[in-house]
């Protein structure tokens, strides 16, 4: 049964982050697999294959806009939340390329709602 379960990469720095959405995303039934930057989304990307990518902008090293812009290029069918704790990215011409835009909150309701909005399309 475990393979009928959605497969999201979430992709951020922070422990906490991980942690919160793990268990949030896990108990709506996904399964979740993280990262903590950009050069391990990508392999993870390619090698877990994930229905879906929740992916924080502000990180060191490769920043979430070019990760976005390589997964686009590798498999452009696969929704990308761009998430962060700075609203004013979402003016930024580059996150448009994203499916959607999650500012980051404790309450996970619209990350949840914008997550089984995209998982339904597919």
Do not use: C, T
């Amino acid at each position: 049964m475990s393979s009928d379960k959605k497969k999201i990469l979430v992709v951020d720095d922070e422990e906490s982050i991980h942690l919160l959405y793990r268990e949030e995303l896990e108990d709506e039934g996904y399964q979740v697999v993280s990262a903590m930057n950009g050069e391990d989304a990508l392999k993870l990307f390619e090698s877990e294959q994930p229905d879906l990518v929740i992916l924080d902008i502000n990180m060191p090293g490769m920043d979430g806009i070019e990760v976005l812009r390589q997964m686009k290029q590798m498999k452009p069918n696969v929704p990308v939340i761009l998430s962060s704790a700075y609203p004013e990215y979402k003016q930024d011409l580059a996150s448009w390329a994203s499916d959607d835009y999650i500012v980051k909150s404790f309450n996970l309701d619209e990350l949840k709602a914008s997550v089984k909005r995209h998982l339904q399309k597919g």
